[in-house]
């Protein structure tokens, strides 16, 4: 990637206290998000995956300022120069908001049941100064039409639609504002297989039509394979392996994006390997993650330089980095 990306972070780190007792005393961190950096350009997308509780949810939640980084930066190109969102302006600052809007995997968590789908989707609207009731109404019947809705459903409640529709409905409020980046976190998890393709389609088509950044969550490969640029590939809070998403799928670097990529359902049944059967253990506790490298009791490939030493991202191929001691020794995949 040569352009300036959209949005940049480093070192961040988002933790938790854990406390204690009467006085509620710190006595330790959920480390939940511990020292990613990442780039995000305009229209790509980047596709995060890792097993539930390594921090992906949490890293959405920063990045779109829900909750404060612990500490490190995030960067962001409102007009034609990278500026750190802790101290923009207070115009920036809308813009900001107005840029980078969130997908989230259950819609109808997100959404207050007692108001109609016309409100819901007009409340960002309306929040940024659109006030005429007839230019809501004409916002309002084009966005249901850009997600393949029809006007006719805005008198409608959320309970009167299925999760897919629904669906439809968070992706019509997250385009009100014209975003730039669009972070969906798991938007098609909880979903029947066959509207989860429809609503990768719908992803797709909007991110020609309004040049549309992704920042796209998942837990399985395949859905991120299939409409990624570039995978980020996170382990117990850090990015262990970044890259474009084609040499990912033909050459995973990282022992541990070789066991998702195991754990992948095979064509025939007898094949078929669950993660679990993959990668020894649990993910381990993220309030004392194993010293050296993390991922270091679950990896077949470990030595003692992995217990005691912390790998970094390093660059292999072609903008394809990895964290790993050995990547470079590893056969190559599949083995
Ligand atoms: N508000 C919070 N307070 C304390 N701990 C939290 C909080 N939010 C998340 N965590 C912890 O941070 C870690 C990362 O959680 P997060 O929800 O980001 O994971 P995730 O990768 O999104 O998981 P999933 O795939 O299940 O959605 C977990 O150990 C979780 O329990
Ligand atoms: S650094 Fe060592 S333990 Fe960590 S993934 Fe690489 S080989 Fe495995
Ligand atoms: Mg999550």
Redesign the pocket.
Known sequence: MTAAPFLRVQNLTRW?P?RRGVLRRTVGH?K??DGVNLEIYPGETLGIV????????????TLIAL?EPTSGSIEVQLNGTLESVSTLTPDSWKDFRRSVQIVF?NPKEAMNPRMSVFDIIAEPLRIHGLRDVDELRKRVYELLTCVGLQPMHARRFPDAFSGGQLQRVGIARALALKPRLIIA??PVSALDVSVQAQILNLLGKLKHEFSLSYLF?A?NLNVVKYISDRIAV?YL?KIVEIGPAEHIFAQPRHPYTRSLMEALPATHPSRRKTMRTLLQGDLP???SPPQGCRFHPRCRFATDICRTSVPVLQKSLDAHWTACHHSDTLSPYPV
């Open positions: 938790y854990i959920i939940a998000v890792g097993e539930s509780g390594c921090g992906k949810s949490t890293l959405a939640r909750e995997q976190d798991e969550i837990h996170m809070g506790d993220p309030a």
